[in-house]
């Protein structure tokens, strides 16, 4: 049987309910929703470490956290991974290549690929006057090299003035054509056009936007400048201390005290995605007309979401919704068999299981070191099947967190502080009730928090004694094996 063609287009920080097709009244997706409307979309998908390392490191290994050793963001950590999902891709017989974001370390650990023409976006460890040569993005960065030949030795994405974690937004200063998430497209369209045509490809288009900057050019600010949108969701567990300390601070994790600023991120924020969108488009047409649309699998994804000031925060990493749950999509061309029951599929799914679904789509074989499922059956299955809970995670300082999550609902527990909260999510999808201390969901609470004491029984920090969730203990962004196949 001959091996499909694989596009894997990777976004960054891309909320999962951000999408036309995922109903949300304001953001316009409409390649993105083409791609949905003739596969099938999960509407229940995690990152179970909702940051870019973490994230990504499941993403190429099809490993848990817990065994992939990535449980927060931490840099200049080794990755030295004996199984990825390239290099078994390469194994089954395809040519590889990844175009844009891998944020590993080295920066040109190509992590089985053949090639990889990369942007990583604006990294700090990587820009730092100590940083060696040969790992200064200044070289090792394709996009950023390629953008001094071009505009000249100073030009740099900074010229914006906007930071790379920043809720600040204005539109790109220069042409569309030098934008970061353009030049990802052209790559990605370069490489079809130089391509092996008698092998298969695994391509990842790897963006780094709807990620701050929020910066996409004028045409896409002017599509929300003038739009009413809905406001951010604050429940009724919140309080605004952190905001009030930290809201005119332009990285802050809070997003920004001033209304019009938050209204401002979420302008940028849309038009971040809709021009994502149309450059989405560019590859859909250039797989069409060059006649591999048929024969190819286009597999849609981000690494974490992004809180957009909903519960008075901002950026990654936290238990809620917004950061955690990921927009997940599988298309396939007319000669692609597969599996639909239904076009949303209700099954909890995470970045983990990637990497085997889509060995399972190639006909590969997958190594007995990935711990995530193949998606398939739950995709050919009209009820939700598969793991019946996720756990996740991340090492975040005073705002760590360990959460299990169903189908249904949502535990989580701040291992710093010891602070549980319970979310009935088939209710309540925005997380606006914490329901704790409700009488009724305390039998499922005392369930939930079995399931968290199982998950960290045997880990190194101590959060549970097998019996109780020990809050309080050492809790690093690597676990000690983290760089180790």
Known sequence: ??????????????????????????????????????????????????????ARAALHTGRSQEHHGRVGYEDNVPWNYEHTMAGELSKAGYYTQCVGKMHVHPLRNYLGFHNVTLHDGYLHAARYSSVPYHESQFVADDYFYWLKQELGVTADVTDTGIDCNSYLARPWMHEEKYHPTNWVTDQSLD??????????????ASYLRPHPPFDAPQHYFDLYK?????????????????????????????????PELQRQAQIGYYACITHLDHQIGRLIMALVEQELYDDTIILFTSDHGEELCDHHMFRKSRPYEGSCRIPLLISCGKNVSLPMAAPVCHSVAELQDIMPTLLAMAGAECPDSVDGQNLLPLMASAEPTGRTWLHGEHAYGEYSNHWIVTRTDKFIWHCETGKEQYFLLSE?????TDRIQDPSCQERILELRGHMIEALLNRPEGFTDGNRLIPGRPYAASLPAASMP
Not at 23 to 52: E, I, Q
Not at 191 to 204: I, Q, T, V, W
Not at 232 to 238: D, F, I, S
Request: aromatic content about 10%; glycine content about 6%.
């Open 1 to 54: 049987m001959k091996q499909p063609n694989i596009l894997l287009i990777m976004s960054d920080q891309f909320r999962g309910d951000c999408m036309g097709f995922a109903g949300h009244p304001d953001v316009k997706t409409p390649y993105l929703d083409s791609l949905a409307a003739k596969g099938v979309s999960f509407d229940r998908a995690y990152s179970a470490c909702p940051s870019c390392i973490a």
């Open 191 to 204: 490489f079809l056009r130089r391509r092996d045509p008698r092998k298969p490809f695994f391509l990842m």
């Open 226 to 258: 003038n739009k009413p949108l809905r406001a951010p969701y604050v429940g009724n567990w919140e309080d605004e201390e952190a905001l009030q300390r930290d809201g005119r601070i332009f990285d802050s994790k809070t997003g920004p005290l001033d």
């Open 428 to 432: 309540d999808p925005h997380e606006l």
